[in-house]
C-alpha cells in the first residue's frame, strides 16, 4: 500500500495544484464560511475545471 501511496503523489500533487491556481475569491470565501465539508466539496468539483 505504500508504494501505491508513493506513485499516487506526483498525481495528487498536480491535481491539488491545478485547483488552488485556479480558486477564485469566491470559491475561497465559500470554504471559509461554508460547513465542514466546504473545502473537500470544492476540491471535489474543482478536479473537472
Known amino acids: ?28 470565501r465559500r470554504i471559509l464560511t461554508g460547513g465542514d465539508t466546504a473545502a473537500s466539496d470544492y476540491f471535489k468539483t474543482a478536479k473537472h475545471r
Not at 1 to 28: C, G, W, Y
Open 1 to 28: 500500500m505504500n508504494r501505491a501511496a508513493e506513485q499516487a503523489v506526483p498525481k495528487a500533487k498536480q491535481i491539488f495544484l491545478r485547483a488552488v491556481t485556479h480558486m477564485t475569491f469566491s470559491d475561497a
